[in-house]
C-alpha cells in the first residue's frame, strides 16, 4: 500500500512538474515574442496538396532557407484555437473536416493569428511557412482567416497518391478518428455521386485525392494569380533547382546558385513513376482531372 501511495505521489509531482514547464516555457515565449513583435510583419504562407501528394519533401527543402519558420503539419497549434479541427480525436465535439469564411471566429482567430506569428517572430523568420493536408478542405477559410496570405499549390498524379494512401491505409493509421465519416459527410452534403463502389484502400485514397483536388482546383481557379504558384510532384522532382527557384522568387526571397544546388542534390523520385492501371475503377473515381494529372497537364490557371 505503502509502495502504490508513493507511486502515485510521484505521478503527480510528475504532472504538476510538466504543467509548470509549460506554462513558464509560455510565459518566456510570450516576453520575447513582445519585445521582437515590433520589428516584423506577419507573412504566412501555405503549402496547399493533398496528403502523399509530396507537399513534405517541398516543405522540408524550403524551411532551409534562413527566412523561413516551417511549421509542418502543427495540429497543436491549429487545435489550441479552433478544437472543432481536431477530426482525428474521437472525443472531439462537433468536429468540422470542411471550413469556410462562416467558421472563421473572431476571438479564435485571433489567437490562431497570435500563435502563428509568434513561431514566426521567435524564428527570426521573414516568412512563416505551413504545412497540413486536410487545408485543402478549408481553404476558404484560409482565404477569410489569411486574407493576405500566399499559397503554393501542389498537385500530383492520382494514382501515384491512392497507391500511397493505400498503404497508410494497411498501416491504420491514416483515417484516424472521425476523418473518413466527415469525408463522406462532406461527399453527401456535395451531392458528389460516384458511378461504382468504394471497397478497396486503394479506392478510398483515390476517392480522397478526387475530393482534395477538386476542392482546391475550384478555389484556385478564381484566386487572384499573384496569390499563388502551382507546381507538379513531377516537375518538382524532375527539375528541383528550377521549380525552388521559382518559388523563392514568388517569395521574393533572396538565394545563391551553390545554395540552390545543394538543398536539391537529394531531391529524386523514390518509386516508380505510375503511368496507368489495371483497376478501371480508379479512372471512374478519378474522372478527368486525374489523367491530366497523369499527363502532367493539370493547371489551375
Known amino acids: 500500500m505503502k509502495k502504490q501511495n508513493n507511486f502515485f ?5 510528475r504532472k504538476l512538474g510538466k504543467f509548470y514547464y509549460k506554462m513558464i516555457k509560455e510565459f518566456v515565449k510570450n516576453i ?22 509530396g507537399t513534405t519533401i517541398l516543405g522540408n527543402t524550403l524551411s532551409q532557407h534562413p527566412d523561413v519558420k516551417y511549421l509542418n503539419e502543427r495540429r497543436d497549434l491549429w487545435h489550441k484555437a479552433y478544437p472543432e479541427f ?80 493505400e ?43 478526387k475530393l482534395s483536388i477538386e476542392e482546391s482546383n475550384q478555389f484556385f481557379r478564381k484566386e487572384n494569380k499573384d496569390n499563388f504558384i502551382h507546381l507538379s510532384y513531377q516537375d518538382f522532382i524532375n ?9 523563392l522568387d514568388f517569395l521574393k526571397l533572396d538565394y545563391t546558385e551553390n545554395w540552390i544546388n545543394k538543398i536539391s542534390e537529394n531531391i529524386k523520385r523514390k518509386n516508380p513513376e505510375t503511368k496507368k492501371t489495371e483497376d478501371k475503377i480508379l479512372y471512374l473515381i478519378g474522372g478527368d482531372i486525374l489523367n491530366k494529372t497523369i499527363d502532367n497537364s493539370y493547371t489551375p490557371y
Open 239 to 247: 527539375s528541383p533547382s528550377e521549380k525552388i527557384k521559382d518559388i
Open 32 to 53: 520575447f515574442f513582445n519585445l521582437k513583435k515590433n520589428k516584423s510583419t506577419f507573412s504566412p504562407v501555405f503549402i496547399i496538396g493533398c496528403g502523399r501528394s
Open 167 to 209: 498503404k497508410r491505409i494497411e498501416k491504420q493509421n491514416w483515417f484516424g478518428g472521425k476523418k473518413y465519416k466527415l469525408l463522406k459527410k462532406y461527399s453527401s452534403d456535395n451531392h458528389i455521386l460516384l458511378k461504382t463502389k468504394i471497397n478497396s484502400g486503394k479506392e478510398k485514397g483515390m476517392w480522397e485525392w
Open 9 to 13: 505521489w510521484k505521478e503527480s509531482q
Open 86 to 165: 481536431d477530426i482525428w480525436n474521437e472525443n472531439t465535439q462537433n468536429p468540422k473536416l470542411y471550413a469556410d469564411k462562416k467558421d472563421v471566429i473572431s476571438k479564435k482567430n485571433n489567437l490562431l493569428h497570435h500563435l502563428f506569428f509568434r513561431e514566426q517572430v521567435l524564428g527570426n523568420s521573414i516568412i512563416l511557412l505551413e504545412k497540413l493536408p486536410i487545408n485543402n478542405f478549408r481553404l476558404e477559410f484560409l482565404n477569410a482567416s489569411f486574407p493576405d496570405a500566399k499559397y503554393i499549390y501542389l498537385s500530383r498524379n492520382g494514382l501515384e497518391v491512392s497507391k500511397s494512401i
